[in-house]
């Protein structure tokens, strides 16, 4: 029994779900988003409550119950609140700027690095060491910012590099370290 695909979703005011032809379609004030669903799960909507069911028990219908679930959920949310990530840059000389939809990295290379924003993804940088990726789908959002993460990877003997915000880089010593 999936405990994740059970669990039914509140739709909030101003969201649309609609389901045809094995595609969900989510429609907020942010924006639209479309998911093809697997045709062993049935999606339904009723009273602003969106329950997800399979026909089947076997380990792979189950294992869709919850990510189908899941993937709406986080539709829901991205339409009407939208998903952002921060990332710093720790470094001497290391610096972001826009230059249009394009975030131009500065990270110690001989050349500046340029990343293009998917569509749906802004980029805000408020300060030179600071870049926030945000847009409406939470998967576009992630991989962009471990796109940019990877760019600059932090490295653990002084901490340099591109991390996000709340991440933890363990430190070790280096050769003089005891």
């Not at 602003?48 to 679930?69: C, I, Q």
């Not at 539709?75 to 609140?81: L, T, W």
């Not at 990332?87 to 293009?116: F, M």
């Not at 796109?147 to 653990?156: C, K, L, M, N, T």
């Amino acid at each position: 029994m999936s405990r994740i695909g059970n669990a039914p979703i509140t739709l909030p005011s101003g969201v649309e779900l609609s389901v045809k032809d094995g595609e969900v379609e989510v429609k907020g004030p942010k924006g639209s988003l479309v998911q093809a669903i697997d045709p062993r799960i049935e999606v339904t909507v009723d009273d602003g409550l969106v329950k997800v069911a399979r026909n089947a028990n076997d380990r792979e219908t189950k294992a869709r119950h919850g990510l189908t679930r899941a993937l709406l959920a986080n539709m829901i949310v991205g339409v009407s609140d939208g998903f952002s990530k921060e990332l710093t840059l720790i470094g001497v000389g290391y610096r972001a700027a826009l230059k249009g939809s394009q975030l131009e990295l500065q990270v110690g290379y001989s050349h500046p690095v340029n990343v293009d924003a998917l569509d749906g993804i802004t980029f805000d940088v408020p300060e030179p060491t600071k870049i926030v990726v945000a847009g409406i789908d939470k998967q576009k959002v992630g991989q962009i910012a471990a796109d940019i993460r990877a760019v600059r990877p932090p490295e653990p003997y002084k901490g340099k590099g591109i991390r996000y915000t709340n991440e933890y880089v363990r430190r070790k010593a280096g050769k003089a370290g005891g």
